[in-house]
């Protein structure tokens, strides 16, 4: 198993001081002690990190195809980062304890009952044609 290692994490604020953009993260490590950037982007309200490279002198997210971390790599690393995040900002993991209303393997049966429409076409508009 692949040991990853956060070392830095830059705040958004200093990545983005005039927030024209989204939440942006930056984490500085290891990977089984090669040194590793990611940086967060914002993915269904959450951020997820990228691994990112230099490429021509600059910083960035690469392919897969060209990249020198393989795919396994990429995951560990977005999954570090994601879980030292998570520790200090949990973004969409908190959940409310539910308590169950059954005990386990306790059965219910489930019955719906139909009710026929009186008034099947009511509600419906003709639209007018143009």
């Given at each position: 198993m692949k040991t990853a290692e956060i070392l830095k994490?830059?705040?958004?604020d200093e990545l983005n001081a005039d927030?024209?953009?989204p939440e942006v993260w930056e984490m500085e490590g290891t990977l089984d002690d090669r040194p590793f950037t990611a940086r967060s982007i914002q993915w269904k309200g959450e951020p997820i990190f990228k691994l990112h490279e230099e490429f021509l002198g600059v910083l960035t997210h690469l392919s897969l195809a060209k990249s020198s971390w393989g795919r396994g790599d990429r995951?560990?690393?977005?999954?570090a980062c994601k879980a030292h995040l998570d520790?200090?900002?949990p973004f969409?993991?908190?959940?409310?304890?539910?308590e169950p209303e059954l005990k386990a393997g306790e059965l219910v049966n489930i019955a719906a009952?139909?009710?026929?429409?009186?008034?099947?076409?009511?509600?419906?508009?003709?639209?007018?044609?143009?």
């Open positions: 994490v830059t705040l958004p927030h024209t953009k995951i560990a690393v977005a999954r520790k200090f900002f969409g993991n908190i959940k409310e304890g539910i009952e139909t009710v026929k429409d009186e008034n099947p076409g009511e509600g419906d508009r003709a639209h007018p044609s143009t």
